[in-house]
């Protein structure tokens, strides 16, 4: 339905499709077909990552693009002993859940990216940082959103692996001591994107409903009737 000459939202407005690819976007692990990523796309894909908003304007990331099959074998071998040792630690029915689950598509996917954090970029006089140290590192996680949005839109699938050792990263791809290595993301074409989140179709855990993390006026405070 229409109100004068603006579009209602569930018909053809902007903001509309930025729910829907909201919404749609999944940590993609099994689904990847390994097909090449369009260099235009991808380039698109790192500007929207690029754009992201930063403390300070400092533009704290960089992208290290991953496509030999050496690497990734090397890096997916240490994430498979990572994930054994998270493994070890678990104890009955958390750990036959755990069992099913997939925590990686690294050579699956098209490529890997290695986000990382400069925290010298744009020191030592980095507006807005002074008070909130790791502000520069939220910075590179609007990045990492940005990136995963645009690729949803583009019909990619974005996997972020999380069970790895900084060091062993910054190691594997010469990434500077002082740089530090924030996620891996695999990325590229889909065979499709899961209805329902890995995690939550596995039994691993559900999402909160929004109403319980709300809170009104103070932390803990509900809404006053």
Same mark, same amino acid.
């Given at each position: ?5 603006? !579009? ?13 690819? %909201? ?56 994430v498979l002993a /990572? ?29 890997? %990216? ?17 008070? %909130? ?10 990045? %990492?959103?940005?990136?995963w949005l645009a690729?949803?839109? /583009? ?11 900084? /060091? ?40 909160? !409903? ?16």
């Amino acid at each position: 339905m229409k109100t004068g000459n603006r !579009p209602s939202l569930t018909e053809s407005a902007p903001a509309a499709d930025l729910y829907e690819v %909201i919404n749609r976007r999944r940590d993609v692990r099994r689904e990847f077909t390994g097909a090449e990523v369009p260099e235009t796309v991808l380039r698109r894909v790192l500007t929207a990552a690029h754009t992201a908003p930063s403390v300070g304007l400092s533009q704290p990331w960089d992208f290290v693009l991953v496509r030999d099959q050496n690497t990734r074998r090397e890096f997916r071998e240490h994430v498979l002993a /990572e994930r054994s040792v998270f493994a070890a630690q678990l104890e009955g029915e958390r750990a036959g859940t755990f069992s099913k689950i997939k925590v990686e598509g690294i050579v699956e996917s098209s490529l890997g %990216i290695a986000v990382t954090y400069d925290p010298n970029r744009g020191a030592p006089e980095v507006l807005g940082r002074h008070a %909130i140290a790791d502000a520069g590192l939220y910075s590179v996680c609007l990045a %990492i959103q940005n990136l995963w949005l645009a690729a949803t839109a /583009e019909g990619l699938g974005v996997g972020w692996v999380s069970f790895y050792r900084e /060091e062993f990263l910054n190691r594997l791809l010469g990434i500077p001591g002082d740089v530090r290595p924030v996620a891996w993301l695999c990325l590229g074409p889909v065979r499709e994107l899961a209805d329902t989140p890995d995690l939550e179709k596995h039994g691993w855990r559900k999402r909160m !409903p929004l109403d319980e993390v709300l809170h009104y006026e103070a932390y803990g405070r509900g809404r006053t009737r």
